[in-house]
């Protein structure tokens, strides 16, 4: 990357809340993390000359579209400065993050406001999972099932299979380490929940199928929620450094960034790189050109990661390709507790999609959040010691959206 583009500051809501029933909705989420953030970075809305959202759900959910809009609704402060909406299932808000950054790196501006939002606890279950099987292909998938998500990435665990072996006592241990490290997280919808031992075992009454490959604890936690940041180019950053009384060295930047995309349809996916050593290699190659772009070696090279964990499977994933272990041995992490809190690779220290909560539209932006608290030393409880470098991996639907992210503190 020839241009740093620095995370001024964020804010990310409380997922463990419910917003229709205090009376409010997805736009009161875009109002408390647009001026949360602006608090954290410090910056004025005179400041932000672009804004960009991301929401996947918003039309189904709320009957509520133009979202870009929706942010100077609600802080009039905002008027008139240029925005725009990203839809990209559950990589919606780190599309708005790389158009954010283009338009940076471009020179067109040099302050960037960025925001994922989703609302899904406005109605009952069955109706919201039903509403994001939109980010499938309608009509088109050929699964059999009464819940395309956990079937979906139920298939993903029988790819596995397949390919290399799985055991479930290591995606239920994915499942338990995540509940654990939401414990530390005051934002994370699970904080509070408690399971029995044999939650997160194959007992078929606290740990019931869901459909082949998915019990109920390898399913994230959809919940309402937002998240904000204010990016920056150079030449704002060093001189609100300068205002504000800090060393530009103490920001975090995104060092790196990857994004490819691929088809709808999962099966066609699975089908087209079946001898692959790597079930999805666009994955692979989407966190690799993260990596090159921030200089970084390999994922030994970071402090810890935040990844897409809408199911096990996806992290059982993401383990591989992000090089922890060769493809198909994500296993070795799980039993050596390399991804556990303290562990040497720490996976989703913030509790992760299982544990904090999954508000679609919003997590991209989340992790990003994470990210940036971790290396800045400002996560509090869930603080991984010593953090400077940090990764993320994003995905919408089945992998037919990828996007990742270094991001750092570097010496000057």
């Not at 994001?132 to 050929?142: K, L, S, V």
């Not at 459909?211 to 990016?231: F, H, K, N, S």
């Not at 400002?378 to 994003?394: D, I, K």
């Amino acid at each position: 990357m020839t241009t740093p583009i620095f995370i001024l500051g964020g804010h990310q809501t409380d997922f463990a809340k419910v917003w229709s029933r205090q009376g409010q909705d997805l736009s009161d989420m875009v109002r408390e993390a647009t001026l949360g953030a602006l608090v954290d970075a410090r910056v004025a809305a005179s400041q932000v000359e672009t804004i960009h959202v991301g929401n996947a759900f918003g039309e189904i959910q709320r009957r509520q579209a133009h979202l870009g809009s929706m942010v100077a609704q609600v802080v009039p402060e905002l008027w008139g400065v240029p925005a725009m909406r990203h839809e990209g299932a559950c990589a919606s808000s780190s599309l708005a993050v790389l158009s954010a950054m283009a338009e940076i790196e471009a020179g067109r501006y040099d302050v960037a406001l960025v925001l994922g939002a989703e609302e899904l606890k406005n109605l009952p279950g069955d109706e919201s999972s039903a509403n994001q099987n939109a980010a499938a292909w309608q009509g088109h998938e050929d699964i059999d099932c009464r819940f395309m998500w956990p079937a979906a990435f139920g298939l993903m665990a029988q790819e596995y299979e397949r390919r290399y072996g799985l055991d479930r006592r290591h995606l239920n241990r994915i499942a338990e380490i995540n509940y654990g490290n939401a414990k530390r997280n005051p934002l994370a919808q699970t904080r509070k929940w408690a399971f029995e031992p044999a939650a997160f075992t194959d007992d078929d009454t606290l740990n019931p199928v869901i459909e082949p490959g998915t019990r109920r604890q390898d399913c994230g936690q959809i919940t309402d929620g937002a998240a904000a940041l204010v990016l920056a180019g150079p030449r704002f950053a060093a001189a609100h450094a300068q205002r504000i009384g800090i060393r530009l060295e103490r920001f975090p930047r995104i060092l790196g960034w990857g994004h490819h995309n691929a088809p709808l349809r999962l099966k066609d996916k699975l089908a087209r790189d079946a001898q692959a050593p790597y079930v999805f290699p666009h994955v692979r190659q989407t966190i690799l050109d993260a990596f090159r772009r921030a200089g970084v070696a390999d994922a030994h090279v970071l402090d810890g990661i935040e990844t897409h964990d809408c199911f096990t499977t996806t992290e059982y994933m993401a383990i591989d390709h992000f090089g922890l272990t060769p493809p198909g041995q994500g296993w070795r992490a799980v039993e050596e507790g390399t991804i556990e809190f303290g562990g040497k690779l720490p996976v989703n220290p913030s509790g992760g999609l299982i544990g904090l909560g999954h508000p679609v539209g919003a997590t991209g932006a989340r992790m990003l959040l994470d990210a940036a608290r971790q290396v800045s030393g400002s996560a509090g409880g869930y603080q991984v010691e010593g953090a400077r470098t940090f990764g993320t991996l994003n995905i919408g639907g089945s992998c037919a959206t990828v996007c990742s992210f270094v991001v750092g503190v570097r010496d000057a």
